[in-house]
């Protein structure tokens, strides 16, 4: 096989690739880590909040997570603001947490307690304060705000989180349900949300790729219609059915990381039945909290995805190329994918719409406004999603 | 034991090190990277290329190795033009291989070919393309260019693969057959290269240290002469026999990187029987492809060698230490060498030798000038190689 | 639980964190490095100085240590000064050490006394030196100066290791025995250092927390006076016992780390018995040699901590949490403790005093004058230490 001498468009020709790095990096004082700053982000399940300290990793940051024995959760920078050592391997005691190495006790504010070398209990104990975060506890979650302390917002409420069905209650799962693959997954949280923001890629990557790994209702290539929200991108699917009916879709990419994905396994039409917030640990790796309304516990988890009848962790290499999943998908694209080699064509209006939307954000808060979806009303109403799988007339 | 105080040529006394970038590095952009992109270098076995797409890294480059249905076979940036997901996870069609995220179809010279979730399959599929590579079959292998378009060298033939002996066919290995360890031999390439043009060596590692582990006839100190040819450096070694006959073995070095070795076993007297290509993965790897004249399918890889009875992988780490071969030897001067540490004598001539025609070759480029060896003429003889091992009269 | 919206002391207000670079990176020509480089320093057990090479790491810089069959110890730099391969895959002889690669032979001072390869075996040889470094054995232990030539000290002599008691010898161990964990241990040496100097940690680390890892005497709160000596710093505890005694035990931190810390399990009750010398691997890893008296092979090894009744490497990572040691504090504040983030208090003082005494070598070198504890008197008398355990009379 010989080939001609004016080969075009050869990997000769490539430019040196970039990211975009206002709209990826997680870090405090960069953009998007700024922006990320001004929402609650969950940071364990309820349960994690224990007498043992658990680490954390959010937004680049290196925290413990514990729970004194009043009951108080209590999210603290991890090195001792002492001497610097881990308080991960320190001890929970009624009022807070004990470093192992000179005894500092500080509670879940980050006061200092106890000094128990020092004179007299500690005379500057006063002094010092143990970088600490708030945290509140909703729906099987720790949230936790790690921005600015004068631009804290409200926890916000969701109404299909708050409004149950008969014999439904909510729970809540850690294991990155969504994400295709293990509960930690290694590339930039970004690739993860403007998948959200992308319905096109069901029927390939969900349908004929790895056969219909969600309903065969699923699989076709549906009509789109992508519209800018107060508080997001709203993604409306449109699929015909038998009968003169069609299949109405609607997934919500809501600010900051919030995935408001219908059951893509069709399981009822009705409003969305859960929540994923991606937590970005640093800017090459994030996780998904989910929580949801369920009739059994363990129903959040037996949502996971199967691919040729097993779970990812199970898979042989071989298998992994032949039902790629969200996972291969997104990790495939790489740590930071390279914005600078992409070509975007009508599919992609979704995800140019939520770039769009968070270089808003980014503008606003420049201009010194808030970003969208923050609230400062207490007694703001729980917030309604659109998103649902829903069957209608033409 | 008590040394004196005007201690002498310790190490605090050295100097910042560095290595010769220009001669090692093998980035697109890079002089030796330009340099080794004038060439063909060989990406894989023939049967790599197949229906499950394959990573090839050549040259610091991420790719992906396949064969369309049609039996073309294609080497595409791993990275799909579209969104930046790894083609890995490809399905190999009749056509090409398709992306798994939204199903772009590319062919094995980067045209996209469809676009199944945009309007009309695709309406701007003309003006993306893969970034791809040109490659052609030889010899069990699969070459590529990956150089500037307009300065793709025909791929050349070489006599002691094209003339075959009786019985004989040729046969293609890519397990680092002459590297002395594992497929994948962690250090720069330059180092094995410029082992090819050090024949000193082999009476001494391959014969006092790890036992002769070729042929006693190799195990003495020969006499040697070097020389640059218009292709590279040869290296002729001369060793004194019984009844007045000597040992007469010529090695080259070829340019960008061919292994032009006997058989250091000396199985026969006669022409080199195999050639081995080294291909740069990045700066700090490498891996060989051997092709050669076999009577019998395995040939090549029984002329790994054994140390201490034993495969490399086999052996303990004190048998490494016992019985140390090229892989030691090479790796054990680190990721890339430190050549401002380096103390060249009279037996070094070979390795000089080899350093000063690679800079001719760069000045030569520099000057807009064909690097050696470099032929456009699809009609040219195959070539002739000097290397093999001959019993002379003195 | 809602939080005020006026949060304090969060930590979105931390300020970027750096570490003291001159009292913590062990390169050459970095300031602590050039004050390590004015002492000796163990870098080996005597048994590791055999015909086997054996790899070491010391402040920085890659040295192989092997013993002539002569008996000398010799400490070369790894990378043959020749073409840069390794000596570890060396052979050694009567009179040195011989590369794998070429042959050349290299006696313990560096000095190249063949080269195979070469026309007459070598007629430049008296013009390379392998990079070596001095060493002298004594206490079981190989030690080794690295600094200029011209500075080198006499290795000095510790009475605790000179004069014997009936039955007594000394014994070396290199299994970091005081560093609470596995023998290389990855943090930066002064971590380990400033913890000598550190008694308080003793009763909360060792203590309350761990349970009394040591002796109940331990376990109470001492009264600590600190003082700077012409060699370091020392600890003087005083802990009131029954009786109208008291407990008084001395450690000392001596330049440039030695740890001179008396038995914590307090089997007797005199002067220090064993001596703990840190090696700084590099910047981020180091290990401990002892050298101590005992009446029974083995007893060094056997004052290694158990925790839960279990060796280090047997506990699980809740033990770890349970039950946290020297290891895990140090270790705990990262690879190199982020200084700027420090807060000193009263019990602090040997902390700051180790440091100020440091700085004060530092400023000694820099005005041309010799550090602490450096001589030149081959006649010295052995130091003798203040370190121990005492009762005594209030």
């Not at 982000?41 to 514990?66: C, I, N, T, Y």
């Not at 699989?219 to 992508?226: I, L, T």
């Not at 993604?235 to 997934?251: A, L």
């Amino acid at each position: 096989m010989t080939i001609g001498t004016h080969d075009t468009g050869t990997g000769y020709e490539m430019k040196p690739p970039s990211y975009k790095a206002d709209l990826t990096e997680v870090g405090r004082g960069k953009p998007m880590g700024e922006l990320l700053r001004r929402y609650w982000h969950p940071v364990g399940l309820s349960r994690d909040a224990g007498d043992v300290p658990v680490r954390v990793q959010a937004l680049g940051e290196d925290l413990v997570l514990f729970r004194d024995r009043q009951g108080r959760p209590g999210l603290l920078h991890a090195r001792c603001c002492h001497r610097g050592t881990t308080l991960y391997y320190g001890k929970v005691e009624d009022s807070g947490i004990r470093c192992c190495y000179h005894g500092w006790l500080f509670d879940t504010q980050g006061h200092c307690l106890e000094q128990p070398c020092e004179p007299e209990g500690g005379s500057f104990k006063d002094k010092v304060r143990q970088p600490w975060y708030p945290v509140e506890e909703r729906y099987g979650l720790i949230f936790a705000y790690m921005g600015p302390p004068d631009k804290k917002p409200v926890l916000p409420r969701y109404d299909c989180l708050e409004t149950m069905d008969g014999g439904e209650f909510v729970e809540a799962d850690d294991s990155s349900i969504g994400g295709g693959g293990p509960a930690i997954i290694p590339c930039n949280w970004l690739q993860h949300f403007e998948n959200v923001a992308d319905p096109y890629h069901v029927p390939v990557l969900h349908g004929s790729f790895s056969g219909p790994q969600f309903t065969n209702m699923m699989a076709s290539m549906p009509e789109v219609r992508f519209e800018t929200t107060d508080r997001g991108v709203a993604i409306r699917s449109v699929r015909p059915q038998d009968g003169g009916k069609v299949f109405y879709r609607v997934t919500e990419a809501i600010f900051p990381t919030l995935r408001v994905v219908p059951n893509p396994r069709v399981a009822q039409f009705a409003r969305v039945e859960s929540i994923g917030w991606m937590l970005p640990l640093h800017d090459t790796a994030f996780r998904i909290y989910v929580a949801g309304r369920v009739k059994t516990s363990g129903d959040i988890g037996r949502m996971r995805s199967k691919f040729n009848g097993k779970f990812w962790w199970d898979m042989t290499e071989r298998e992994h190329q032949q039902f790629p999943g969200d996972y291969e998908a997104q990790v495939g694209q790489g740590p930071i994918t390279l914005h600078s080699e992409e070509h975007f064509g009508q599919s992609d209006r979704g995800v140019l719409m939520v770039r769009r939307t968070i270089r808003n954000q980014l503008d606003a808060m420049a201009a010194g406004r808030d970003p969208a979806g923050v609230s400062f009303d207490p007694d703001a109403p729980p917030i309604v999603f659109e998103a649902g799988n829903y069957i209608r007339d033409v």
